[in-house]
């Protein structure tokens, strides 16, 4: 095991090493599942380009501290804390941990994301755009925003709205948390390796190797699925290797949901959906709705017209711009902070939403808050 210390801000929520050719991010909140502060994200911003002017450095790996997971997303409680207390703190966050994701996707070495256990929202932001993204069995992988009175930022919308059919959109509208196979089929990940196998794959990698997408220790059982969904190729950058992946895609539960997923998703009216959602036969539909109604009727709206809107981006840096001005207007309205009080604060589970329901949100309020 390498020697992970505190990079240049002194920070110790995130530990950095150089292993072999490999420099190695850990993020250190394992209590949290390893949440993003903005420390951390200054932090990673900084070492992340200290490593790019090193030419002992040719390869970076971001992994998290602890059984849990990657990252849980954002610290969306001190976000909530510092707009309550009137400063910038939860813009200037998103800010840094924006620039941050975008780092990540432009990077010129490649990145390999280690997706074990828990990754959801800002855990997103970090490792759905790295050039060799590793799901393994454990793997928790959701943004789940509308439950809290936001969206699916981080960039998010860019590859979701690229997944197949309307996958995408049943993710970012109900916040499903799925399987690692179910987010190599939806494009957030391109294997599933045995979570054994990573200290070998990583030492791999430290002594030179590729990086692969679909890594081989040329054991047996280490990489369980692989695929590279449509338009990663030419997504937001090149791959560094294809080295080891499978043509076949891995498939989980939603693949075989595309049919009532497709019908009931179609279009750009959130109040259509739910309505289409409640009255299929399949139960899985009706499950979808009643997850859709216990959320913020103006986040689901507001994510709906987000995907739609990301699908036509050209960039994934083009998606962040958009989310800089839609989370900076959601934090003035209601709902983010009733959303995190309910969920992570007083826990009782009981918003109070603005709007009692999609149809009461008006189409115009939506547009509004896509403006500066």
């Known amino acids: 095991m390498p020697d992970f210390t505190p990079g240049s801000t002194g920070t110790e929520e995130v530990l950095f090493a150089c292993d072999g050719v490999l420099g190695r991010v850990l993020l250190n909140r394992p209590r949290a599942i390893n949440s993003l502060t903005r420390d951390m994200v200054v932090a990673m911003q900084a070492q992340l380009t200290a490593w790019e002017g090193e030419d002992a450095i040719t390869a970076i790996a971001i992994e998290g501290a602890g059984e849990k997971g990657l990252c849980a997303g954002g610290d969306v409680r001190a976000v909530r804390e510092a707009h309550l207390a009137g400063g910038p703190g939860g813009v200037d966050f998103w800010a840094d941990e924006y620039a941050l994701d975008a780092q990540i996707a432009e990077y010129p070495k490649p990145v390999i994301a280690v997706m074990d256990g828990v990754v959801m929202g800002g855990g997103l932001g970090i490792s759905m755009f790295a050039d060799a993204r590793w799901a393994t069995e454990r793997s928790r992988i959701a943004m789940p925003e509308t439950i809290i009175g936001f969206f699916p930022d981080v960039g998010a919308t860019y590859l979701l709205s690229r997944a197949p059919g309307e996958l995408g959109t049943h993710m970012a509208m109900t916040g499903a948390t799925v399987t690692g196979a179910d987010a190599v089929h939806v494009g957030l990940a391109d294997s599933v390796v045995d979570s054994a196998s990573i200290p070998d794959l990583l030492a791999a990698v430290a002594a030179g190797g590729p990086v692969e997408t679909a890594p081989s220790t040329g054991g047996e059982g280490a990489v369980l699925g692989s695929h ?129 329901d999609l149809v009461s949100v008006p189409r115009s309020a939506v547009r509004e808050l896509f403006s500066q």
């Open 228 to 356: 590279v969904p449509r338009g990663r190729s030419e997504g937001p950058r090149a791959r560094a290797s294809k080295g080891g992946v499978s043509d076949a895609a891995t498939e989980g539960d939603l693949a075989g949901a595309r049919e009532w997923i497709d019908e009931c998703y179609a279009g750009d009216d959130p109040a259509a959906v739910i309505e289409r959602l409640r009255g299929h036969a399949n139960p899985q539909a009706q499950v979808a709705a009643k997850e859709i109604s216990m959320r913020s009727p103006l986040s689901v709206a507001v994510t709906l017209e987000a995907l739609r809107r990301a699908a036509d981006a050209t960039s994934v840096r083009e998606v962040l711009r958009t989310d800089t001005i839609v989370s900076a207007n959601l934090l003035h309205r209601p709902d983010f902070s009733e959303g995190v009080r309910a969920l992570l604060v007083d826990k009782d589970k009981q918003p109070r939403w603005e709007h009692p």
